[in-house]
C-alpha cells in the first residue's frame, strides 16, 4: 500500500515547484507592478524551494519503492 | 487565466494567476486519484466505515485536528483574533488542549476497548437503545445540515475572495468530496485531512513570518496594537476580572464555560473528531493520536490569531463587522486572512493560500459526511431498520448514503441561500447537544451507578434547557443578563453559560433519575466504566513513547504559554 507520507511528498514537490518556478520567473522577468509588500525578499523562491526540498525528501523516503 | 475558470469570475479580492489555477487544479487532481487508489481497500465495512482500525498514532492524531481546522475556523477566528485580539487565542490553548488530553488518557481507552464504531454506539452499551437512538438521530440530521450551512458558507467566501459563482463552487466541491468518500470510505477521508494538514501550514504560515518581518518583531506589533486599537487586545488573562475587556466576558465564562464545557463536550463526544481516533491500530496510537493533536493544536494560533492580530496592526483600511461591510462595501473582519494572503503572495503562493482554504473546506465536508454515514448506517439503519444483512450491503449502503449525505447537504446549502437566517438557527442548534452530551457520556464512563434511564432523562433535559435558554434570549434579548450572570455580557458569554447550565441540567437529572431507578449489573459494565474495567496497557515501551510523558510535555507548554502571553 502506498503510504500516505510518499502523496503529501508528491504534493509539496510539485506545488514547491511550481512556487519556485514563478519565483524563479519573477526574477528573470521582474514585474513592474509586483503588487504585494516584501516582494523584495522574494519569498516565493525560497519558500518554494524548501517545499521542493521537503517534498522530495518525503518521496524518496515513503517511496512505494522502498517499502516492496 | 484560464478560459473556463475566467468566465466564472466576477469581481474579487485577490487574482488568480495561471500558476495559481494549476496549483488549485493539481489539488483536486491528487483528491480523487487519493479517492480511486483506495477504492479498492475499502471493501468491508470496517474498512469502509473504521478505516480498517489500522492508522498510525501521527495519521489519527492529524486527522483528529485537521478534521477541526476548516477554512470557515481559519478564517473565522482570524477575523475575530482582528475584532478581540488574542483573547480569541482561548478557544485554542484552555478551549482545547485540556479537553484533548482528557481525552487521550481518561476516555480514549473506554472507547478504544468497548470497540465501538461511534459516540452513540457506546450510548447504546452504557445506557441503552433510547439514549443512542436520540443521540445518533439528532448528531445525524445535525452533521449533514452543518455540511450544507459549511459549504454555502464557503461558496460564498469563494465569491468574495475569488470571484467565483456560487453554483460552480457547491458543485464542484460537493461531486468530489462526494466521489472519494464514496471510494475510500473514511480511509479516504482521513488520508485528504492529513494532507490538508499540510497544505494548511505550507499556505499559510508565510503569513506570520512575513508578518513579524514588516511589523518589525513582536514588541513592536504588540506597540502598533495598543495604538491601534488598546493594550487590552494583546493580554490573555489579565483583562478577564471584568466583562469590561474586548469580548465582553469573565474569566469564569472562559474557564469554565469553554475550557470545561464546550471544550470537552465538542473534543470527547462530537464524533466527527472522535471518529478518527477510533481508527487507530492500537491502544497506544489512540492515546497518542489526540495528544500529538493537541501539540499542533496549540501552533495553530500562530496561523489563525497571529494574522489577525498583523492585520490589526499593518493593514492600511479599517475593517468592519459584516453588517456594516454588507452596506458600506467595507471588508469586514472576516477578510482580514484573505487580504493578509493577498499582502504578501504573489503567484503560486497565492494559489497555495488559496488551496489551503479549499482544501479546509472539502476537508470539513468530508468530516462531515464520513461521519454522519457512520451514525447512519450503524446506528440508525442496522439499529433501528434492517438489523440482519450482510457486511456488502452495509458498505453498499455506506457508499450511497454518502452521496445522498451530500446531495442534503447541496439542499441545505440551497435553503441557506434563500434564506440566510436558517444559517444562525442550524448552527445554534448543533452547539445545544454538546454539553448535555458531555454530561451523559462522561457519568456513564466514570460513575457505575447511572442507570440507562437516567442517561436518557439527562441527555434529553439538558438538551431542552439549552434549546429553551436560547429561545429565551432570542425572544427577549435582556435575559441575557441572567443566563451570563451579568449586564455586562455580550453574545460571546451566551454560549459559554447556556453550556454551563445545560451541563449542570443534565448532571443533575441523570444523577437524580439515576438514583430512582435500577442500575446495570457490575458484569453487564465491564469494559464500559471506570472502576470495572482493566484499562490495557499502552505496552512495554521506553518512557518517551508512553503518551503520559508527551501529555506532560504538552501541559508544561500549555501553562508557559499562557504565562507568557498573560
Known sequence: MISIWYFIGISLAVNGALILGAGIYQLVVPPANPGIVLYQLHANVWWGALLLVIGLAYCIRFAPSRRA | MMPALAMLLVERLVRLSTIDAVIVIFYFGLVLAIGFYLKGQANTSEDFFMAGREMTAWVAGLSFLSANLGALELMGWAGSAYQYGILATHWYWIGAIPAMLFLALVMMPFYYISKTHSVP????LRFGESSRALSAVSFAFMTVLMSGVNMFAMAKVMQIVLGW?????IWVSSVTVAIYVALGGLKSAIFNEVLQFFLIWAGALLIPILGLYEAGGWTNLKAQITHNASNEYVHLWSTLGSYNNPMGIHWTGIVFGLGAIISFGYWTTDFLVVQRILAAKDIRSAEMAPIIGAGFK???????????????ALLPDKLVPE???????QHSYNDVLPLMLARYCGPGLLGLGITALIAGFMSGMAGNVSAFTTVWTYDIYRALIRKDAADSHYVSMGRWTTV???LVSVGTAYLVMRAASIMDYVQALFS??????????????LW?????AGGFWGLLCGTLSSIGMWAWVKADPSALRYVALSPHAKTMAQDMYQALWSFIVCVVVTVAVSLMTKPKSDAELKGLVYGLTEVPSVGDVPFYQKPLFWASVVVTVFVVLNIIFW
Not at chain 2, 454506539?121 to 447504546?124: E, H, I, P, S, T
Not at chain 2, 457505575?448 to 440507562?452: E, H, I, T, V
Open chain 2, 121 to 124: 454506539g457506546y450510548l447504546k
Open chain 2, 165 to 169: 459563482d456560487i453554483n460552480f463552487s
Open chain 2, 298 to 312: 496549540m501552533m495553530v494560533p500562530l496561523i489563525v490569531i497571529l494574522p489577525g492580530l498583523l492585520g490589526l
Open chain 2, 323 to 329: 453588517s456594516v461591510a454588507a452596506v458600506t462595501g
Open chain 2, 404 to 406: 445522498i449525505g451530500v
Open chain 2, 432 to 445: 445545544f447537544f454538546i454539553a448535555p452530551l458531555f454530561g451523559t457520556v462522561i457519568l456513564g464512563m
Open chain 2, 448 to 452: 457505575k451507578r447511572a442507570s440507562g
